[in-house]
Structure formats: structure tokens, C-alpha cells
RNA sequence: CGGGACGUAGCGCAGCCUGGUUAGCGUACCUGACUGGGGGUCAGGGGGUCGGAGGUUCAAAUCCUCUCGUCCCGACCA
């Protein structure tokens, strides 16, 4: 292409609402303008890379027997009531009405489109397994868009979605699955890990994460240094306590005055202990009403892994109505001994002797709390968030790491619980009807192009990683009305093209500054520098823009080489 | 949803507190000339419902009320 002929608005200065990088540098290329807050119109050269990502997306899709559909975007509310999600999905639905009143939804997700189509086609277990995708236009609500097409509410997804007779055959292809994603991202050029994760609002029972590591990421991952082990912070595993050793004599419980000591800190500095001979006890509220989790002084509790213990729909912190209801809670010295809710401890409780706790009335506490002889646990588990340093429960020796992450796919195994809800079955060999396992997994696209630039950028612009780059090569003249110059570059695009390799050439009238910038900034690979000076010696100047490098080479032989040159990038 | 900030030319900003010529600066844009190896120089030029509505006032970008929009922090969330 001739970049007199291209829509590449570039800006010399950041706009003023981006925040990160990615966001920034994407507005200043000309790759996205914003419309409205989470929504924005991708331009040629953004498209260019989203192509990018798709066209590694399909082939590694494909590659695995997956078949790419296209399903609609705006969806019935029946399908959704049928799966329940109408009303538990919540605000983030976006919920539109037709001419007739009848309800519909805008997709920001397809399982019950794909699960319906697959319930009125799909038959016998010789028609299993099968795997569809599409890459589309997804609409999410967000209560609070960000970091420019990273969290939009409008975003391109792939979404994947598989159907098995049995579990097994599902963890097939989301084993296959999991081994595309790390292909895909590779060939993105991203350093990124696939982590352990919580399958949140989409259901299921087994999820990983691919996460690019960033520092603008809004995930937290842990990983450990030693066996590998990765997770989402959320779901990290902590180590169980080792037993420990009583004291030969176990303190007596014992009231103490504490007015206006309210936490951790407060009461560890007035009664000269150690945060974690401190109990917390944390009210939170279920479907079911309010329930305590207690963690020592010196941890956080992580309700996604309470949630899961307890196995409840959804936990959140305790609202202060709720609190006030309950008669003997004091907010600040609520305490698990005589109270009456239930009471889930994390397993590090089981090893304490001597504890404070909460008197359960204003301005005392408890101190010398023994877990057998006072408390009443309803269950025990692992129910803090594990920090930086904390021991690898899955090696000996292992420390974790944690670190923040762009989550750019998310992969589920989600059993049957769509399949139930909307009756998606088949008969397997025994002419029995079952229920059809799923699977269902996704990519966010425009995200992995921000992840890239994430990971990939200088104080100069973009650095795409070769892959994603919007075209290989740029010819910039540093004169293009010197007519040999001129000839040179014509030369140079046209060989380029014939050996197929993306060529952009710079044929605006600009000087030679500008132009060198706006290659910069939008991150081509390798710049070719025509100039007068150097051609009257027959040479040109090859720039390789991630480490700013730039040789002389003899022209015209320096065109066939640049296959080559760009195989190492 | 709670807290905070901002809205003035395509983009980035000043002016507002303390109301008073024709609303300004940088950049981008148009015309011409020069220039030609990292956003060049000179000359001339176009572009504004000061987010919107209402109010106070002789007079509002400026003060007041409402409203819309955008961003940030938090909570929440693939």
C-alpha cells in the first residue's frame, strides 16, 4: 500500500482519556478511534492486526477439526430464560426490545445459541464429538469500561464451543485446546502463562486462563518458581499448616478491654502479639444468609475459595443491613466463639494455640482461644489468598511469585450444566439418553493485539512482534520528488510485493523526520531508507525497528535478501 | 453502584477563582515560496452553538441549578 492512499491518522500526543499504553499508542497509530465509553471503530490499520490474530486463531482452530460458524448477535431472551441466565447474567446483559415488544438480548456469549443448534441437530453418539467456532462481535455491559479496546464493552471474540459424549472425551479436546491457545499466543509473539482458574458466571468445573504478564494487567497470577504450578490468584492453593506442637499449658480464655481496637493492627500493637495470633473473622452473605469465614491476622480471606467450599451460588462481604439483623454482631469485634452462624476457618486456624479473637461484644476481645476447646467450625479449607513468598503447595521448597496478567483466553470444561438446562442430549450405544458434555472457549482478540502492545512497545511507539505487525516492511524516501530515489523505492515495493511480503511505502511528501516517526510509532518490523546520498554509492539503509539497528546494503541486490532478513525478527 | 475529576477549533491545552473589546496558545489543516537524512523556515489563510438546557446580571466560557458525556480510584466482572 502507499501511505498517501492509506487512513493512518496518526497523533503526535496522547489523548488525553488513555491511561495505558496499549490504549495510548493504538489511538496515536490510527488503529481505533473511541465512539462512546467501551466502544470503538477499528481503522484500516487496526483491522490489519485484528486480521492478524484472527487468521493465527482460524488456522490453529482448524487445526485441531474445529469448524468456524457465524451465529447471530442479537438473541432471544427465551434461550436465556431456558438457561437461567436471563435474570442471573444481570446488568452486564444488554437487553433490547423489537418492534413487537418481544425480548431479546445482545450476545455476550454464545452457549445457549450453539447448545440449541446442537440439541435440534445432533442425535447419537456417532455424531460426537464436535467442535465449532466463531469469531464475532461480542457485547458485554461493563459497569466500568477500560484501558481502551482492552476492556471494552463492545470487543471481537473467538469463541469456541465443544460437545462430547463423556467427560473424558471432553478433557481430550480441552487438552488439544489448551495446546492451540499456547500455539496461538506463541505465534502472537506474547510471553504469557496459562494458569489455574475459577470458571465464574460461565458454570462449569474446570477452567484455565491464559494471561499475558503485565504490569497493566487487572489479574493477579501466582506462580511458583520451582515445579511451574501457575494460578489465578483467586483460586492459588496455599500449603496446608504443618501440624504444630501445643504449648504444655493452653491458655485460659480471657475477656480483655479493647475499646476502639478494631483491627488487626490496632489490636496487635495494644496487646503486643503478632498479627497472626490474631484470628479475623469475616462476615459474608449467600443465597442463604450470613456465614463467618475466619483467617489469621496476617492473611485475606478469598471469598471465590469459600465460595467453592461451601458450594454456594454466590458470596459476597455482609451488607450492614444484613448485619444489623442479626442480633450480637459488632462490627469490629465479632469473634467465632458462641457464634451463632456458620463458621468456616482456613486450614492455617487448625495450627494456632493462644488466639485473639473478637468478644462478640462492643470493645472486647478474647485472648487464649483454642480451636478445639471454643470453636464450633462447620468445615475447614483453604480460604486465603496466597501472597508473594508463600510456600508452593505442589513442590517441596517452591516459592510463589505473583505477578499481573492480561487474561486473553479463558478455556472451560463445563459438564452438562447448559446441556441439563436446555435438554441437549443424545443416545449413546446402549439407545440411553444422556446429557451432552460441553466445552466452551474463548479469545478475546482485540485484547491479545492490546497484550501485544502491552509487551511490546518503546518510548518511540509500537514494536509489533512480526506475526501481528500490520505490514513487514516499510520503503521510506527521504525525498520522494528525487526521481532516482524515487525509482529506487518503486523498485524496492513492487520486488517486495511480488515476494509477497506486506510493503508499505511511505510516498507522502513529507520530510524525512515525520515519516521516521510515524514508522516508529506504528511499529513496522524493518524500514528501508532511500536517500540520495547513500544511492549514488548504490546503497540503501535497512533499519530493523525493535533494536533501532540500521545497516547499509548494496541496492538493488539487498531486495532478495530481505526474506531472510525478515525470518529473524 | 460509592468516591473524585474533567468537558473551550481535528488533537493537546490556557482563560473561569475576581463576569466586561472581536475567546487565546501550540500543533494539525489550506495557499505560496524556500528547504530536503529524525516532527524544518517564512508569509498569508480557514476553522468555535466555550457539552446541552434553564437561571442570575446592563453584560456569562467565567456565577447558580439541572442535565448529558468522558475519564480516574474502588466495588464488581470473561
Avoid at 485473639?356 to 470493645?363: D, E, H, I, L, R
Avoid at 462447620?378 to 516459592?399: I, S, W
Wanted: hydrophobic content about 35%; overall charge negative.
Amino acid at each position: 500500500m502507499q501511505f498517501s492512499k492509506l487512513f493512518i491518522p496518526t497523533l503526535k500526543e496522547s489523548p488525553a482519556d488513555a491511561e495505558v499504553i496499549s490504549h495510548k499508542l493504538m489511538v496515536r497509530a490510527g488503529m481505533i478511534r473511541q465512539l462512546a465509553s467501551g466502544i470503538y471503530s477499528i481503522l484500516p490499520l487496526g483491522l490489519r492486526v485484528l486480521r492478524k490474530v484472527e487468521q493465527i486463531i482460524r488456522e490453529e482452530m482448524n487445526q485441531i477439526d474445529g469448524q468456524e460458524v457465524f451465529l447471530p448477535s442479537i438473541q432471544p431472551a427465551e434461550l436465556w430464560i431456558e438457561s437461567k441466565r436471563w435474570d442471573f447474567y444481570g446488568k452486564e446483559l444488554l437487553r433490547i426490545k423489537d418492534r413487537h415488544g418481544r425480548e431479546f438480548c445482545y450476545g455476550p456469549t454464545h452457549e445457549e445459541v450453539i447448545t440449541d443448534i446442537v440439541r435440534k441437530e445432533v442425535r447419537s453418539y456417532r455424531q460426537l464429538p464436535i467442535l465449532l467456532y466463531q469469531i464475532q462481535t461480542k457485547f458485554r455491559d461493563e459497569v466500568r469500561p477500560r484501558f481502551g479496546i482492552m476492556r471494552g464493552r463492545e470487543f471481537m471474540m473467538k469463541d469456541a464451543y465443544s460437545f462430547h459424549a463423556d467427560e473424558k472425551d471432553t478433557q481430550h479436546t480441552y487438552s488439544q485446546m489448551a495446546e492451540a491457545y499456547g500455539n496461538i499466543f506463541k505465534r502472537c509473539g506474547l510471553d504469557f502463562k496459562q494458569v489455574q482458574a475459577d470458571s465464574g458466571t460461565i458454570g462449569g468445573s474446570f477452567s484455565h486462563e491464559f494471561a499475558v504478564l503485565a504490569d497493566s494487567g487487572e489479574d493477579e497470577i501466582g506462580f511458583c518458581d520451582s515445579c511451574g504450578y501457575a494460578s489465578n490468584l483467586e483460586l492459588a492453593g496455599s500449603k496446608p499448616p504443618s501440624p504444630s506442637t501445643p504449648p504444655a499449658t493452653l491458655q485460659e480464655l480471657k475477656e480483655v478491654e479493647t475499646p476502639g481496637k478494631k483491627s488487626v493492627e490496632d489490636i496487635a500493637g495494644f496487646l503486643n502479639l503478632p498479627a497472626r495470633q490474631i484470628v479475623k473473622t469475616i462476615l459474608l452473605e449467600n443465597e442463604n444468609g450470613l456465614v463467618a469465614g475466619l483467617v489469621r491476622g496476617d492473611h485475606e480471606i478469598n471469598t471465590i475459595k469459600m465460595r467453592n467450599l461451601i458450594g454456594c451460588e454466590w458470596l459476597q462481604a455482609a451488607g450492614e443491613e444484613a448485619i444489623a439483623k442479626h442480633p450480637g454482631l459488632h462490627c469490629g469485634y465479632v469473634g467465632p466463639v458462641g457464634l451463632d452462624l456458620p463458621v468456616y476457618a482456613d486450614n492455617e486456624i487448625s495450627a494456632l494455640h493462644d488466639f485473639v479473637t473478637g468478644a462478640n461484644k462492643p470493645s472486647a476481645h478474647l485472648t487464649g482461644v483454642q480451636v478445639k476447646r471454643d470453636l464450633k467450625i462447620k468445615q475447614f479449607g483453604d480460604l486465603r489468598t496466597v501472597k508473594a513468598n508463600d510456600p508452593c503447595p505442589h513442590c517441596e521448597g517452591g516459592r510463589y511469585q505473583v505477578k499481573r496478567g492480561i487474561e486473553v483466553g479463558h478455556i472451560f470444561i463445563l459438564g452438562t450444566k447448559y446441556s441439563s438446562a436446555m435438554k441437549a442430549v443424545y443416545l449413546d450405544q446402549q439407545g440411553k439418553e444422556n446429557a451432552m458434555v460441553m466445552g466452551c472457549y474463548g479469545i478475546g482478540v482485540g485484547r491479545t493485539a492490546a497484550a501485544a502492545i502491552e509487551q511490546n512497545h518503546d518510548d518511540r511507539g509500537i514494536v509489533w512482534p512480526r506475526n501481528l505487525a500490520p505490514f513487514q516492511v516499510i520503503v521510506i524516501p527521504v525525498n520522494y520528488s528525487d526521481e532516482e530515489s524515487k525509482a529506487a523505492c518503486d523498485t524496492i515495493y513492487d520486488r517486495l510485493r511480488e515476494l509477497g511480503i506486506e510493503t508499505l511505502l511511505d510516498d507522502r511528501s513529507d520530510r524525512l523526520g515525520p515519516k521516521l516517526k510515524d514508522a516508529d510509532l506504528i511499529g513496522i518490523p524493518l524500514q528501508i531508507i532511500v536517500g540520495p546520498k547513500n544511492l549514488a554509492v548504490g546503497q540503501v539503509e535497512i533499519k530493523i525497528r525493535k533494536t533501532n539497528e540500521s545497516d547499509l546494503r548494496p541496492y538493488p541486490r539487498v531486495i532478495e535478501d530481505i526474506p531472510n532478513i525478515l525470518k529473524d525478527l
